[in-house]
Every structure is written in structure tokens, then in C-alpha cells.
């Protein structure tokens, strides 16, 4: 417990939609101190390393190809139980099934398309958070 870091990117859907604003808002008006960030536009490589655990998923392609279109911003989050808050935040993989509230909910348009990434546990955190910002930046 305590307070730890997280891994969020706002998805190219919700920056094409000029979201990023507001979901940089909601960060921080529930708590979370943005520690790190950047605007960037991932690489074909980039995306397939970042989500290489789907490999073998039949919507890799196409989800790579969606990481790729257009601009994200990687946000290093902290906060209090950071990972789990923010998964709740975020709300379901399909925003049709995402709770009131939540971003995916807000700003999703389908199971693909859902706006924003977040680290789905406090390994796959470090490894994340490492990925984009380096090691230094894995711990409070
Ligand atoms: P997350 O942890 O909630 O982001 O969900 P996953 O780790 O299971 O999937 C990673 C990302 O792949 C999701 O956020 C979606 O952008 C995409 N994705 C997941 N499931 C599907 C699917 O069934 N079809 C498509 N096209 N994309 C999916």
C-alpha cells in the first residue's frame, strides 16, 4: 500500500477528440499527481513492444494500427494505491460495459477505441512505466 506510480496514456481517439484536456483534469482532480508526461507519437515498434503480451490476440494488428494513427500522451501518474485506482477510473475494456463515470464511459467509442491505457497491476507498472521513462522513474 501507499503511495506508488502508474502508467496512463491518453489513446489517439480521445486526443483526435480533444480530450486530453479534460481527462489530464480528471487526473488531478481525483488526486493523482501527474509526475512525468509527453506528447508522442508512437512507432510501429514502440506500440508492438508495449503491447507485445497481445501478440498472438487476432486484433493486434488492428490495435497497433490504432496506437500508431495519430499522437497519445504517456502520463506517469502517483498517487495513493495508484495501479487500482486508476484501472477504476478508467472503467471497462468495452465502454459499453464501463461504469457511469468512468473515462472509457465518457470518451470511448468502442472495445478498441477506448480512450485511455492503464498499467493493469504493479509488475506490469514498473515495466511499463520503465519502457517510456526509464528505470529511475519506476519508484516514488
Ligand atoms: P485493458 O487492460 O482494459 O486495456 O485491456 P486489454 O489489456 O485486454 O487490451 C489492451 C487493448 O487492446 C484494449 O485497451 C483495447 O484497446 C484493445 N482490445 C482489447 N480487446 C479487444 C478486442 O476484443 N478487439 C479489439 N479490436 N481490440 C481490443
Known amino acids: 500500500m501507499g503511495r506508488e506510480r502508474t502508467l496512463a496514456i491518453i489513446k489517439p481517439d480521445a486526443v483526435k477528440q480533444r480530450a486530453m484536456g ?3 483534469q480528471r487526473y488531478e482532480e481525483e488526486g493523482f499527481r501527474i509526475v512525468e508526461m509527453k506528447l508522442a507519437r508512437l512507432t510501429k515498434a514502440e506500440a508492438e513492444t508495449f503491447y507485445a503480451v497481445h501478440r498472438a490476440r487476432p486484433f493486434f494488428q488492428s490495435l497497433i ?5 495519430g499522437p497519445v500522451v504517456v502520463v506517469l501518474l502517483e ?4 495501479v487500482e485506482r486508476h484501472r477504476t477510473l478508467m472503467g ?3 465502454p459499453a ?5 468512468t473515462l472509457r464511459k465518457r470518451y470511448g467509442k ?3 477505441e ?7 497491476s504493479e509488475a506490469t507498472a514498473k515495466d511499463e512505466i520503465a519502457f517510456f521513462f526509464g528505470a529511475a522513474a519506476v519508484s516514488p
Not at 65 to 69: A, D, E, L, T
Not at 79 to 82: D, T
Not at 97 to 101: F, I, R, T
Open 22 to 24: 479534460p481527462i489530464l
Open 65 to 69: 494500427s490504432f496506437m500508431i494513427s
Open 79 to 82: 498517487g495513493e494505491r495508484a
Open 92 to 94: 471497462a475494456t468495452d
Open 97 to 101: 460495459k464501463a461504469a457511469e463515470g
Open 110 to 112: 468502442s472495445i478498441e
Open 114 to 120: 477506448n480512450a485511455v491505457h492503464g498499467s493493469d
